[in-house]
């Protein structure tokens, strides 16, 4: 028979996995599920505040009346992007607005590698790469994160794992599912690592505002690396996420950034992928947001500590960032998260859904407050 489809597309799927074949059955015979894997905070009431966005998008339905697309991104819209990064002066003319840090992620793959190049991610992952890296041809490698370490980048190892085809080296900060957040000391090592090896970084900071017990934030554009993209996007940081809009920053060494922005620049060009309204919302969206925007960390903060409750006398790394916690069990994972399933009606993922070795359960703290001490001890019976 003729072949109508790529390669990709005949191997797309396969079997479901028997946590959510248990979960489709469960929900079938009218069992309410505690989803503790989506963390979603729209599904728990946490939404920008919806009389602001309507004033916000009308406005700038006005401002997108005539369409006049920049390949870059609304210039209003950069200008507020830079604004965030502050002391950092990153111009706006080193911003590229996208739909999305996915996207924003297919653009660096396409713009660094060649189809069976490969790029370094950490390990633990988080699965979306993998689809992302097939559609771009290039492959995943890992570097390892140290649980014992506070799940610090093990440096050494990662270096050890740079070959002659890698092209670039991703870091998620803070990252998701561990919760661990680069300090200072570690992002100057992986610039460092990065100038020896003549290698761009790929920055993940969208769970940036949602740190704890952390003074501030550290970023590797603040540091010498020679070429840095640094994704950040309205789907965690404004709770938006059907805004879609993501952005990426390029810093670093004055010549590979203009060889960067003119690709990136043309990449943008033949899609022009970004909703006019969204860009010209994208100032005030900033500017009318801080004080939900405040609220919404504080009530982060609610849940990370209500569950932290419910675990206590759980040994494990608590998350310095993001909206995930990465336990370490003594028996076997998948049997862990079923049980919980079946017996508790709560739904986590075993950790090989995240490249994790050995035994872990994965899930967020993102619930309602009130039922999460509840929830976490059910969970910290069966771990």
């Known amino acids: 028979m003729a072949m109508f489809f790529s390669e990709l597309a005949e191997n797309l799927g396969g079997p479901k996995n028997p946590l959510y074949l248990l979960h489709e059955r469960l929900k079938t015979e009218g069992y309410a599920i505690v989803d503790l894997v989506r963390g979603n905070v729209n599904e728990h009431g946490i939404v920008y505040p919806p009389d602001i966005l309507q004033d916000i998008l009308e406005k700038a339905a006005e401002s997108a009346r005539v369409y006049r697309p920049d390949s870059l991104g609304q210039r209003p819209a950069r200008e507020a992007i830079a604004e965030y990064y502050g002391n950092l002066n990153i111009p706006a003319e080193q911003i590229l607005v996208t739909p999305g840090t996915s996207v924003s992620y297919w653009y ?27 559609l771009a041809g290039v492959h995943m490698a890992n570097y390892r994160l140290m649980e014992s370490r506070q799940w610090a980048i093990d440096l050494d190892y990662l270096e050890n794992q740079i070959t002659s085809r890698t092209r670039a080296v991703i870091l998620i900060s803070p990252h998701n599912p561990t919760g661990m957040v680069a300090g200072e000391d570690q992002l100057r090592g992986l610039a460092e690592i990065a100038a020896r090896h003549s290698l761009p970084i790929i920055s993940d900071e969208v769970f940036n505002e949602f740190i704890f017990d952390r003074d501030g934030f550290p970023r590797v554009a603040g540091t010498r690396a020679p070429l840095v993209f640094t994704l950040n996007g309205f789907s965690k940081l404004f709770a938006l996420p059907g805004m879609k809009i993501g952005w990426m920053t390029i810093t670093g060494d004055d010549g590979l950034v203009k060889k960067s922005l003119a690709a990136l620049e043309l990449i943008s060009d033949t899609f022009l992928p970004v909703n006019e309204v969204a860009q010209f919302a994208v100032p005030d969206i900033f500017e009318r947001g801080q004080d939900f925007l405040s609220a919404y960390k504080a009530w982060v903060s609610q849940c990370r500590a209500a569950a932290l409750d419910g675990l206590k006398g759980i040994s494990f790394v608590p998350p310095q960032g993001s909206f995930y916690f990465t336990i370490p069990i003594t028996h076997d994972e998948e049997q862990a998260a079923a049980a919980l399933l079946e017996k508790h009606r709560i739904l986590v993922h075993p950790g090989y859904f995240y490249d994790i070795r050995p035994d872990h359960l994965v899930m967020t703290f993102i619930d309602e407050p009130a039922s999460l001490h509840h929830h976490f001890a059910k969970i910290a019976e069966v771990i």
């Open 108 to 134: 660096c793959f396409k713009l660094l590698a060649e189809p069976g190049d490969e790029i370094l991610c950490p390990q633990p992952s988080y699965p979306l790469f993998d689809y992302i890296a097939r």
